[in-house]
């Protein structure tokens, strides 16, 4: 265990030996109010932690043990390269996992004059941003039990480490379960947080038990300016699908590298680029030599539809936006260089707006532009209608997720890259959805699909060929010429756009199609 590191200037050593007398007694404190062995070993851990980075403070030793108590969800668990940021205001401000103002879990309810929850945001060495979501169960209360689309209430408890207890010691999947509410009955560990190794991924689990996850803040952005592409960093993915001319960097071809993406605001959303390019972009973020400062040590992936769907849910609940709708990001500019058909971090300025293509990018690059993240307007379209939400969820881009079907000849076999890698099972990375009908209907029928749990498709929807999800959103489920889910809509859809939202395309480069990317630290 390290000596608290001395502040700048002299200190007495009869001063360091009463902090360290101070903090040992608050330690012995701490550790009295444990009830087990093991609780005692994993707080002694912790504070040893504490100890190694060198923390020289009473208050954030104390507040740090204490964190967990007053927040109830798993901290945080930070990759290489990435560094909490707070807002102060007026901008994210580079902190420690220690400040205890990093983050608050807290209920957003409608009686507020505005919403006080602050998911934990972090940045990464380039500046593209990411949000916490750590692990929760959920229960889905319905408006109409026979009519899936009428909307409902989602109840979300947030969980201990990687068990399905809450922070009281409850197993929260045991069916006398009493929640904060007072009701009985077992909640669902959402899937995204669970080990499917056992059930060959039938709800696209990951492959151990994990306490939490990061999604990208914003959609994928491009990262240099208008037809120049040098200031952006090359990946080591190569274009495989779709000869492109007319895409925000200029001309672009087959067998060309692939830009890094930047997750941040105000900047174009980054599209032509087809599914499989997407899913191996998003696998390379932690390869060396990659601009984020990320190790192997993290996961990097495409977005699956259950971590969307974990997100969706969040955000639902009194934790995000309370029932509340995100508004979409409609803006889409035409009046440039290039078009751009998508920028990151706006919400429209009104519900329910039309595609607004009266912007141009100086306009929206410049700092406070109207509808732009750090607004009010822009807000609305935020998980949490606050800065510290996650944006670009309802209307930008459509955002590919790895989620398909596989029929055996068509649109899957020419696009669908290293999906097709032992197409007979979902992974980790990856769902594959039973059936391969030239029907929605026919797919989103299945009885396997049916039963799937935690991807706001099923369990929000009634049909899979209309407006049937919830709030109205799109609901197209994937069919053999059009294999690929995406979620989202984009800056032209309106009212039918929304975390709810999914539609089915072919895989191709398309001008409405970007992604967003998982990270997972544990």
């Known amino acids: 265990m390290k000596i608290l590191k001395e502040e700048k200037g002299s200190i007495t050593l009869f001063v360091l030996m009463a902090m360290l007398f101070f903090v040992m007694y608050l330690v012995g404190m701490y550790m009295l109010s444990t009830s087990s062995e093991s609780s005692l070993t994993r707080e002694t851990a912790r504070i040893k932690e504490i100890y190694e980075q060198g923390v020289n403070n009473i208050d954030d030793v104390y507040n740090t043990l204490e964190r967990k108590n007053k927040t109830q969800v798993n901290a945080p668990k930070l990759a290489s390269g990435m560094t909490?940021?707070?807002?102060?205001?007026?901008?994210?401000?580079?902190?420690?996992?220690?400040?205890?103002?990093?983050?608050?879990?807290?209920?957003?309810?409608?009686?507020?004059?505005?919403?006080?929850?602050?998911?934990?945001?972090?940045?990464?060495?380039?500046?593209?941003?990411?949000?916490?979501?750590?692990?929760?169960?959920?229960k889905i209360n319905y408006n109409n039990l026979s009519d899936k689309s009428a909307g409902g209430t989602i109840d979300v408890v947030f969980l201990k480490d990687d068990t399905n207890k809450d922070f009281r010691g409850n197993d929260v999947t045991s069916a006398n379960y009493v929640d904060e509410k007072g009701n009985i009955g077992a909640y669902i560990v959402h899937p995204a947080f669970k080990d499917g190794t056992k059930n060959n991924f039938a709800n696209g689990e990951w492959d151990k038990e994990i306490t939490g996850f990061w999604m990208a803040k914003f959609e994928a952005g491009y990262a240099g300016t208008v037809g120049d592409a040098s200031s952006a960093q090359d990946s080591n993915v190569t274009i495989t699908v779709n000869n492109q001319t007319t895409n925000y960097y200029g001309t672009r071809n087959l067998g060309d590298k692939i830009k890094y993406p930047v997750f941040k605001?105000?900047?174009?959303?980054?599209?032509?680029?087809?599914?499989?390019?997407?899913?191996?972009?998003?696998?390379?973020l932690t390869q060396s030599g990659n601009p984020y400062g990320f190790n192997d040590k993290a996961d990097s992936h495409l977005t699956k539809n259950s971590e969307w769907g974990a997100v969706a849910y969040l955000t639902h609940s009194k934790y995000g936006i309370n029932g509340q709708e995100v508004r979409i990001n409609n803006v889409y500019v035409t009046n440039n260089e290039s078009t751009i058909w998508g920028v990151t971090g706006y919400g429209a300025l009104a519900d329910n707006a039309n595609q607004d293509k009266s912007r141009n990018l100086a306009t929206l690059t410049a700092e406070n532009a109207a509808g732009s993240w750090t607004t009010v307007n822009g807000q609305t379209a935020s998980s949490t209608k606050n800065i510290y939400g996650i944006y670009d969820l309802s209307g930008g881009l459509w955002e590919w997720t790895a989620g398909y079907i596989a029929p055996t000849s068509g649109a899957y076999i020419t696009y669908g890259g290293k999906l097709k890698e032992n197409n007979t099972n979902s992974n980790k990375y990856k769902s594959k959805y039973e059936g391969i009908a030239s029907t929605n209907m026919g797919n989103y029928n299945q009885t396997t699909n049916q039963s799937r749990k935690g991807e706001a498709i099923w369990e929000t929807s009634s049909n899979g060929d209309g407006l049937s999800s919830w709030r109205n959103d799109y609901a197209f489920f994937v069919y053999s010429d059009a294999p690929f889910l995406v979620r989202g809509g984009d800056s032209s859809n309106g009212s039918g756009a929304g975390v709810f939202a999914f539609s089915r395309v072919d895989g191709s480069c398309n001008v409405y199609m970007g992604f967003r990317v998982v990270l997972i630290t544990d």
């Open 84 to 138: 909490p940021v707070k807002w102060n205001e007026t901008e994210f401000i580079k902190t420690t996992k220690y400040d205890t103002q990093w983050y608050a879990y807290e209920d957003t309810s409608l009686d507020k004059q505005e919403n006080t929850s602050r998911w934990a945001n972090a940045e990464t060495e380039d500046g593209s941003m990411w949000v916490w979501i750590p692990r929760y169960a959920y």
């Open 265 to 284: 605001a105000s900047r174009p959303s980054m599209n032509y680029i087809g599914i499989s390019d997407s899913y191996d972009l998003c696998r390379s």
